[in-house]
T-cell receptor
């Protein structure tokens, strides 16, 4: 496969609940990214990480949290503070300042 | 602030016509620019990067620092080129990768 795996493919959440999206890569990439994709708005950066145990906020970090305890893993938690969480979420990884490789995405729906 | 702008949400052309997808960027440093493509039901993938100066699937893109642009061009569009195209910018200091809003290219027979 492409070496970067997101799970699950579809996720349903009740209002007020936190939910965690998984992203794993076996490409030995240093950098990992989380984006939100909404129609007409392109990809908006939520968080990114260049190295283990370090990460930076992107343009729309409010209501989200991440961790980078292992090089291979960069899970994203959508908290109840995120006012409009229903969206398609994309994870990517790459070596710094080079091509990024994308996962297949997770579609989150709040019910 | 760093920003990537793709002014066209949708570009519709006929097969064999030339195509130009526009991308403008705002960044005070030395830009590292990419074009990514997303075909229907497939992952987002790299199409080309400005530093390699190559042509992929007949597409080329030239960095114009004076106009802060990185437009994607193809002389003769094919139906299989129909997809979403995203322009992206790496902010060198932080390895931050940001994208434009995307342009949907529709090539009609």
């Amino acid at each position: 496969d492409g070496g970067i795996t997101q799970s699950p493919k579809y996720l349903f959440r009740k209002e007020g609940q936190n939910v965690t999206l998984s992203c794993e890569q076996n490409l030995n990439h240093d950098a990992m990214y989380w984006y939100r994709q909404d129609p007409g708005q392109g990809l908006r950066l939520i968080y990114y990480s260049q190295i283990v145990n370090d990460f930076q906020k992107g343009d729309i970090a409010e209501g989200y949290s991440v961790s980078r305890e292992k090089k291979e893993s960069f899970p994203l938690t959508v908290t109840s503070a995120q006012k409009n969480p229903t969206a398609f979420y994309l994870c990517a990884s790459g070596f710094l300042n080079t091509e990024a490789f994308f996962g297949q995405g997770t579609r989150l729906t709040v019910v | 602030a760093q920003r990537v702008t793709q002014p066209e949400k949708l570009l519709s052309v006929f097969k064999g016509a030339p195509v130009e997808l526009k991308c403008n960027y705002s960044y005070s440093g030395s830009p590292e620019l990419f074009w990514y493509v997303q075909y229907s039901r497939q992952r987002l993938q790299l199409l080309l990067r400005h530093i390699s100066r190559e042509s992929i699937k007949g597409f080329t893109a030239d960095l114009n620092k004076g106009e802060t642009s990185f437009h994607l061009k193809k002389p003769f569009a094919q139906e299989e080129d129909s997809a979403m195209y995203y322009c992206a910018l790496v902010v060198n200091q932080g390895g931050k990768l940001i994208f434009g809003q995307g342009t949907e290219l529709s090539v009609k027979p």
